[in-house]
């Protein structure tokens, strides 16, 4: 595996690969690297000749500095990882290669997906993401790009970068993977413990709930009832729980038969924020 440091030397190596109309696909990573990431590289060799995975704590999606000094940083470890699933390239900028100018200004019009749910809640995070996305874009100019569904609202706000930058690059979005207790693998999980871990298995078996019971229940009891799975059953602080249609993200009354929907869910366990999410038909 080729591990580089720099845009520069980077950019060279792509060059090449380029001439050599390989196909190339980015798996972009903040690290603390588990079998979520790694899938992630593997949907990405069964699309593309090269993959590249950055890995790179971006500061500026973060709204909670102590949040970005506790992120995990295991970089051997990663590269281990990496290496193991025979990934081609590893990129690991430092934030000086990759902001190199401290203050450096971005906007993109993110429309209502910056308005609510994960837009509302971390003010300015999906301005870093798309900030940092469209640098690594620029840089590997990708023809695939691969995300997980865990962040759906990431999805969404990179498909629109895409959109508006007109991009010639395919979205690849690889399913959750989880634990054997249904937990969607996160490097947060590593935060908490083994009890911990266990009481977050309800947010599998809450979405779970809702996907059962969906075309059945009224959405408000069911709502309910999946509520109850969490504060009842293991007592967690629940910061949103939303059935929404899976484009606008808007939360709805009633089913629409022509649409389609995601259940969208954010909780606390043991000081550590979880994000989940599952399709709905
Ligand atoms: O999902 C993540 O890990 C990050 O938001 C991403 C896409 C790598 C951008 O920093």
Not at 90 to 101: C, L, N, R, S
């Amino acid at each position: 595996m080729k591990i580089f440091r720099t845009k520069q030397a980077l950019q060279t190596y792509l060059d090449k690969i380029r001439e050599n109309n390989q196909r190339i696909a980015l798996v972009p990573t903040m690290g603390a690297l588990h079998e979520g990431h790694l899938s992630l590289v593997k949907d990405a060799q069964q699309i593309a000749d090269v993959v590249v995975c950055s890995i790179f704590v971006n500061p500026t999606q973060f709204n909670d500095p102590s949040d970005l000094e506790r992120y995990p940083r295991p970089e051997e470890n990663d590269l281990r990882l990496l290496q193991e699933v025979r990934c081609d390239v590893a990129f690991i900028p430092t934030v000086e290669e990759m902001y190199p100018k401290t203050e450096e200004s971005w906007h993109l019009d993110l429309g209502n997906l910056e308005q609510i749910w994960e837009g509302e809640k971390r003010p300015g995070h999906f301005q870093g993401v798309t900030q940092i996305v469209y640098k690594l874009f620029r840089l590997v100019e990708p023809d695939v790009a691969c995300f997980g569904q865990k962040d759906f609202q990431q999805v969404m706000v990179i498909q629109r970068l895409i959109d508006i930058k007109k991009l010639p690059i395919a979205l690849h979005i690889c399913p959750t993977i989880r634990n054997e207790k249904g937990l969607a693998l996160s490097s947060r999980n590593t935060r908490l413990s083994e009890a911990g871990k266990n009481k977050a298995s309800a947010l599998y078996r809450s979405l779970n709930h809702i996907k059962h019971y969906f075309k059945e229940r009224e959405l408000t009891v069911l709502r309910k009832e999946a509520l109850d799975i969490l504060y009842h059953e293991e007592e967690l602080e629940v910061e949103y729980l939303a059935i929404c249609e899976s484009r606008s993200l808007q939360e709805i009354d009633h089913i629409d038969p022509t649409k389609s929907h995601v259940a969208l869910l954010v909780v606390w366990v043991e000081g550590v924020r979880l994000i989940d999410n599952m399709l709905l038909d």
